[in-house]
């Protein structure tokens, strides 16, 4: 079961903690945590979502972390994962989704993706 947290909103940059496991299967059928939690216009932000705590992430889980960056693009916000656990950060390198999202190795260069450096 995934839990997310928000550790700090400075108006700026939203930053989340997440805890558990990343799988849709987990979610109710049409539940976003991560839109329950910042509500539609989250999307619009620039949101920091801190990975130490997340213990297993699979396909669905995969899938949503896409759709979750789609909405981010699109409606002209960021999505900046990072302090990734080594399985967890294996199985997105292994789906070539490094590609794709964007990833940090800490808070402080998480927090220059953001700032679009």
Known sequence: MLKLTITSDDGLLVHL???GEISQLRFQRHDNPLERLLGPEG????????????????SSGIGWLVVCHKN?????????????????EQVLT??????????????AAAQRLAAGE
């Open 94 to 107: 292994y789906c070539r989704m490094e590609t794709l999202l964007q990833l940090a190795p800490d808070l």
């Open 17 to 19: 903690r997440g805890e």
């Open 72 to 88: 981010f693009r699109q409606h002209g916000g960021r999505f900046v994962l990072f302090n990734l656990r080594q399985p967890v």
């Open 43 to 58: 999307y619009a932000r620039k949101v920091l979502f801190n990975f130490e705590a997340i213990e297993h992430l699979d």
